[in-house]
Nanobody, 129 residues
């Protein structure tokens, strides 16, 4: 059973950067497609970024392109989300998620991970001065 744990959230000023990490236990993360999602208070959960199995394909939501980067670290069995040029609108709880699909199309450009089989518990990111 795959278990996901996010870390790296916190308070950052507008224009700053944060690096979130999604660590796995129970399995190798490169055997899964990994997605990052976020949910702000009063809003629906939205896809942020997605990395297909074995990091073949990376996709991003339109508002994150050029600011966020999703990266797999096989040695640490983690997937990170590097977030730059943060804005107050990026304030949300960020979740990582996984799907066992071997197909790169599980990651949709502008949407993220199409289907989720496993969720992490989330980490809070607050962008404020």
């Amino acid at each position: 059973q795959l278990q996901l744990v996010e870390s790296g959230g916190g308070l950052v000023q507008p224009g700053g950067s944060l690096r979130l990490s999604c660590a796995a236990s129970g399995s190798r993360l490169d055997e899964y497609a990994i997605g990052w999602f976020r949910q702000a208070p009063g809003k629906e959960r939205e896809g942020v970024a997605c990395l297909s199995r074995r990091a073949v394909t990376a996709t991003y939501a339109d508002t994150m392109k050029g600011r966020f980067t999703i990266v797999m670290d096989n040695a640490k069995n983690t997937v990170s989300l590097q977030m730059n040029s943060l804005k107050p609108d990026d304030t949300a709880t960020y979740y990582c998620a996984a799907n066992r699909s071997p197909y790169s199309t599980i990651c949709a450009d502008g949407v993220g991970l199409r289907q989720v089989e496993y969720w992490g518990q989330g980490t809070q990111v607050t962008v404020s001065s």
